[in-house]
Nanobody, 117 residues
Framework: QVQLVESGGGLVQPGGSLRLSCAASTSIASIYRMSWFRQAPGKQREWVAHLFSAGTTIYADSVKGRFTISRNNAMNTVYLQMLSLKPEDTAVYYC???????????WGQGTQVTVSS
C-alpha cells in the first residue's frame, strides 16, 4: 500500500504560479510512473502529466509549456510546477502512482487549485 499526500494548492490570480507537491509513503525511485491528474467541477478527471521512472516526461496539450513535473527521490516527493495559470486550470489536482502491475495503482486525496481574479 502506498500513501500519497498532495499539498500546495490554493487561490491564485490568472497569470500566477503554484507548485504542488505529492509526498509518498515509500520510495518513488522504482515506481514505473508518477502522474498528475485533475478534475474540474462537473467534468471527468483528466490526465495532466506523466513522469516515468527513466525520467521521461509527457504533458497534456492544454498544459504543455506551462507545467513541469519533477521528482526528488531522496524526499520521495513529486512536484508539479504550474506557471501562467488560467481560470480553466481550476480543478482538484490528484497525484497518482502506478507500478505497472495489477492492483498497484494509487491515488492521493487531491488538492484544490482555484485560478480567479
Amino acid at each position: 500500500q502506498v500513501q500519497l499526500v498532495e499539498s500546495g494548492g490554493g487561490l491564485v490570480q490568472p497569470g500566477g504560479s503554484l507548485r504542488l507537491s505529492c509526498a509518498a509513503s515509500t520510495s518513488i525511485a522504482s515506481i514505473y510512473r508518477m502522474s498528475w491528474f485533475r478534475q474540474a467541477p462537473g467534468k471527468q478527471r483528466e490526465w495532466v502529466a506523466h513522469l516515468f521512472s527513466a525520467g521521461t516526461t509527457i504533458y497534456a496539450d492544454s498544459v504543455k509549456g506551462r507545467f513541469t513535473i519533477s521528482r526528488n527521490n531522496a524526499m520521495n516527493t513529486v512536484y508539479l510546477q504550474m506557471l501562467s495559470l488560467k481560470p480553466e486550470d481550476t480543478a482538484v489536482y490528484y497525484c497518482n502512482a502506478n507500478y505497472a502491475q495489477p492492483g498497484r495503482d494509487y491515488w492521493g486525496q487531491g488538492t484544490q487549485v482555484t485560478v480567479s481574479s
